[in-house]
C-alpha cells in the first residue's frame, strides 16, 4: 500500500499542473489581445472622444459621423442626448427627463432624418462579429406621423417594432454601419423616438473552444484514470 501511494503522488502533481493549467486559460479568456492598452469608452453627452473599447475590453469603438460631425446627437436641441454602451451596443438617446427626439420640435417643415455611421472592430483582431442589429427606443406615432428607420439597407416602418437584425455570412473583425431614422408628422400627427442601439453579437474566440475542449479532454483523463484506481 505504501509504494503504491507513493507512485501515484507524481501523477497527482500533474494532474494539479493540468487543472492550474486549464483555470490560467479560461481567467485569460477576458483579457483579448491589446485591451489592456486601450481606453475604455466612456459614456457622455453627445460627443464620445474614440477610438475606445466596450463590451469589457473585447469591441473597439473606433470611429462615428452623425448629424453634426462627431457629435452623435447633432445639435442636441433639448434632449441633452446621452451616448451610452450596454454590453457589447451603442446607444444613442435622449436623457432621462428630457423629451424625446420628435418631427415637429426637431425637424425641417415637419419632417426629422438623422444618419449615423459607426466604425466596430474587434480589439483581438479575430473575426467575432457575426450579428448587427439596430433597435428603436420607444417610437411613438400619432395622427398621420410615420417613421422609419434602416440598417446597411435594411429598413423597418412602424408600427412594426421589430430590431433590424443582420445575420453575416461569416464573422468577420469590423464592421462599418449606417443607421437611418426618418419621422415626419404628416397633415395632422407627429412621430418621437427616445433614441437607438446598434447592437454587436459574438462567436466565441477560437482560443476559447480550443482552451474549453483542452479542459474537458483532461477532466475525462482524470475520471478514467480514478476510475481504474477504484
Not at 416602418?157 to 462599418?176: E, H, Q, R, Y
Not at 479532454?217 to 480514478?226: E, G, H, P, T
Request: charged letters at 10%; hydrophobic letters at 40%.
Amino acid at each position: 500500500m505504501q509504494a503504491s501511494a507513493l507512485s501515484l503522488r507524481p501523477w497527482g502533481a500533474r494532474f494539479s499542473k493540468v487543472r492550474v493549467l486549464i483555470v490560467t486559460g479560461c481567467l485569460a479568456l477576458g483579457s483579448p489581445i491589446g485591451a489592456a492598452w486601450a481606453t475604455a469608452c466612456v459614456p457622455g453627452h453627445n460627443t464620445v472622444i474614440t477610438p475606445c473599447t466596450f463590451d469589457s475590453g473585447v469591441l473597439s469603438f473606433n470611429s462615428a459621423t452623425g448629424p453634426n460631425g462627431a457629435d452623435l446627437g447633432g445639435s442636441g436641441g433639448g434632449h441633452h442626448t446621452v451616448v451610452s454602451f450596454p454590453g457589447a451596443g451603442i446607444q444613442i438617446s435622449a436623457d432621462t427627463g428630457f423629451p424625446p427626439y420628435s418631427a415637429s420640435m426637431d425637424g425641417t417643415n415637419g419632417v426629422l432624418t438623422a444618419t449615423i455611421t459607426l466604425d466596430v472592430s474587434t480589439v483581438s483582431g479575430l473575426p467575432l462579429i457575426h450579428d448587427i442589429s439596430l433597435s428603436l427606443l420607444d417610437p411613438v406615432v400619432t395622427g398621420t406621423g410615420t417613421i422609419t428607420w434602416s440598417l446597411d439597407g435594411h429598413s423597418e416602418t412602424f408600427p412594426n417594432n421589430n430590431p433590424i437584425d443582420i445575420v453575416l455570412p461569416i464573422a468577420v473583425s469590423g464592421t462599418t454601419d449606417v443607421l437611418s431614422i426618418t419621422m415626419t408628422e404628416g397633415t395632422a400627427g407627429d412621430a418621437s423616438v427616445e433614441g437607438a442601439l446598434i447592437s454587436y453579437s459574438l462567436v466565441p474566440e477560437p482560443s476559447a473552444l480550443l482552451i474549453l475542449a483542452s479542459g474537458l479532454v483532461a477532466l475525462l483523463a482524470i475520471s478514467r484514470w480514478r476510475g481504474r484506481l477504484a
